[in-house]
């Protein structure tokens, strides 16, 4: 009887390490080898999301007339738009190289404008600074 009983554990337990064979204890619902793309960063880009037109409350349009004088720039500015944004993180969808945003929806605006011939790209978060953005990265700091 005593033989019975040790070959059916013994049949027992191959049957539960056979079953488990194919789950590790880092993944319990089994190998990814070949079935999964592997891990991609994404790395932030420029984005030109359409925003909702609005206007540019004062004290933003003084804080980026301000920056635009830091620049160099005596010419009037002209508003070309203004739109409420939801940025997806905190590089305002101007991220710097290297930079580490926080990653939340941010709540902001992006108001473009020409001067002197040119076009200014600015972007607002929560706050009234400005953040220049040039081909979809921050701007120099005058």
């Known amino acids: 009887m005593s033989a019975r009983i040790a070959a059916g554990a013994a049949g027992l337990l191959l049957l539960c390490l056979t079953g488990c064979s194919g789950a590790s204890m880092n993944n319990p619902t089994g190998p990814t080898s070949g079935t999964r793309p ?29 920056d635009l004088g830091r620049r160099g720039v005596t010419a009037t500015p002209t508003l070309v738009s203004a739109e409420a944004m ?5 590089a305002l969808g101007c991220p710097a190289p290297g930079a580490s945003y926080t990653q939340a929806l941010v709540d902001g605006m992006r108001v473009v404008v020409t001067a002197g011939g040119k076009t200014y790209d600015y972007r607002f978060g929560t706050s009234d600074t400005p953040l220049p953005c040039e081909n979809g990265r921050p701007a120099a700091r005058p």
């Open 86 to 90: 939801t940025w997806p993180n905190g």
């Open 38 to 66: 592997p891990f991609t960063s994404m790395t932030p880009s420029a984005s030109a999301p359409s925003g909702t037109p609005t206007t540019v409350p004062d004290a933003r349009w003084d804080a980026l007339v301000a």
